[in-house]
Structure formats: C-alpha cells, structure tokens
C-alpha cells in the first residue's frame, strides 16, 4: 500500500459501531439527558438522541429498546420498576385505578434497589423545576398512551391525566419525602383502596348510576 493509499485509508470515517460499548452507551445516555431537557420527553426521538451521539438509531435500539427505557435510564427508573408499571396499563378500564394505584404504589414501597434510585430522583425533581416538568410530562404520556389512545388529543382527557399523575406523586411526596405521620404509618393496602377509587373516577369517570325513574323501571 503506498503512503497516499494508506493516508487515505485512515480518513475514512469509521462504520457501525463507536469503539467501546460502555463509551458509547454512556454517549447515548449524555445525548439523551440533553434531548429530553431541551425538547421534553414528548418532543424527543430516538434519531435525534442517536444523530447528537454520533451513532446509529438502531445502536440506541440495541442499548435501551425503547423511548420509555431510555427516559428510565436518565431518571434513574430500574428496568424492572417501569416493567411493574407499564403492565399495569394492561386490562379492563372499570380497573385501571386500582391497577395503576398499587402499581404505583409497590413501585415505592418495594425493594430498595427499585426504590431508591426513585426516591433521589424525586427528591432531585422537587428542587430541580426541569427534572420535575419531565418526570410528569413522562408519567402523563404514559397515561395518555396506554389507558386512552382515542382520546390523546383530547384537552378534558389530558388534564385527568395531569391530575391522577399529580395525585400518586403528592401521595409519595408526602408519604416516603415529607414523612407526614398518617400517610408513613398507614398499611400499604389500605392506601390503594382509599386512593384507587379517586385515580379511577379522574382516569375513566365516574360509574355511571342509573336515575330514579330508570331504577323504578322492570326488568326487561
């Protein structure tokens, strides 16, 4: 080879994957953690994340095989905590408060090592307004997705969904941050039944009852 063809040779750019899977893993979480503070969980996508990182889109797949595992990562969300709550999406309506509650709830209470990255990002989130507005932006487009797709756009829809995602926070908040004595010493499972029916009635409405002359009627 001569010394032109070996110049040549060694300004090429180099293909597929960067040298290092933890460099470059770690170059996807960097590029990410900007993304998602810049344009919002909502606004971002894999290939920007992966075009700041200088890699691939399929390479970000590869690492992370999702948008919501990658957001996990940047906040601390153990893969198996975001497992725990994405499969809480899953089943009839007339039960997603109480599934999306105790979910939630034993996400918290649960092993530490699911908890505690949580709890530091959360504490973290309450001083810190951006890591705050990402964090609901996250969990409200969750909500969107998986309990109403038909109704994603819909302004009534988003706010119940603001406001189940700022219930469960505010319990956690008070319950495992501010310690308030009531919410520390009550029984898990009895803070799911006093919470689901609340979280079902903003999530999918309240049960519809039937009027006085409807409930007079026979039976057909």
Known sequence: MSSADASAHLDRPRRGRRPGSNATRQAVLAAARARFA??????????????????????????FRSKDQLFAAVMSITPAALARFAGAFSGP??????????????????????SEPLLAMLRGAITNEQAASQLSEFIQARLLTEVRP?????PATRIRVGLASSMLVGVIVGRRLVRVPTLVDVDPEALVELITPAVQAVLAGAPKTASPAEESLPPA
């Open 93 to 114: 309506e007339d039960r997603i408060g109480e599934r999306v509650t105790r979910a939630f709830l034993q996400i918290w209470d649960g092993d530490s090592s699911d």
């Open 38 to 63: 810049r344009d919002g969980y909502t606004g971002t996508t894999i290939r920007e994340i992966a075009a700041d990182a200088g890699v691939d889109a399929s390479l970000v797949m590869q690492f």
């Open 150 to 154: 038909d109704l994603h756009d819909d």
